[in-house]
C-alpha cells in the first residue's frame, strides 16, 4: 500500500473489532506505544485498515480473533487480579511476553497474528508512513536513483 493513499476504512466491516475496541486499543498501545498519542481520527484510520484486512477473512477467524482479544483481557486476572485493560503498561508489556513466548503453538500463533495486526493498522495509515518518512514509489529503487 502506497503511504499517498487515501485510505477510507470500510463500513461493512467496522463490526470485526466493534465488541473488543477497548482491549484492541490497549493491546495495540502496548505493541505500538506512540499509538497512545492517536486522536479519533488516527483511531478510525487504523482500525478501518484492520477491519479491511479482516472483511474477506471467515467469519470463523473472526470470532477467533476476539476470543483471543477476550483471553487477553481476562487472563491478566490470575496474576495481577485486574484485567489487561486495568494494568499498567509494564505488566501488559509481561501478559504480552508470556503470549508471545507461549509453550502452546496456538497460543503463539494468535499472539503473532494480532501483533501483526497492530503493526499494520498503525504503520498502514498515511501519517505514519510520513513520519518515518516512508514514502513508496512504482519505480521501486529506481525512483531514489
Known amino acids: ?14 463490526t470485526a473489532l466493534a465488541a473488543v475496541r477497548g482491549i484492541f486499543r490497549a493491546f495495540v498501545t502496548t505493541i505500538v506505544p506512540e499509538a497512545a498519542s492517536l486522536d479519533a481520527k488516527g483511531w478510525h484510520e487504523l482500525e478501518g485498515l484492520v477491519n479491511d484486512m479482516l472483511r474477506d477473512r471467515p467469519a470463523s477467524l ?3 480473533l476476539r476470543l483471543l482479544l477476550r483471553a487477553v483481557e481476562w487472563l491478566p486476572v490470575l496474576r495481577f ?19 508471545q513466548n507461549h509453550r502452546l503453538q496456538l497460543i503463539r500463533t494468535g499472539f503473532w497474528g ?23 514509489n512504482r519505480r521501486g529503487w529506481e525512483a531514489v536513483r
Open 114 to 136: 494480532l501483533r501483526t495486526l497492530a503493526f499494520a493498522g498503525y504503520y498502514g495509515r498515511a501519517e505514519a508512513a510520513r513520519e518515518i518518512g516512508y514514502a513508496a
Open 81 to 99: 487480579g485486574r484485567p489487561f485493560t486495568a494494568l499498567d503498561a509494564a505488566q501488559r508489556t509481561r501478559v504480552l511476553s508470556y503470549l
Open 62 to 64: 473472526q470470532r477467533q
Open 1 to 14: 500500500m502506497a503511504a499517498g493513499n487515501n485510505v477510507q476504512p470500510s463500513r461493512d466491516a467496522e
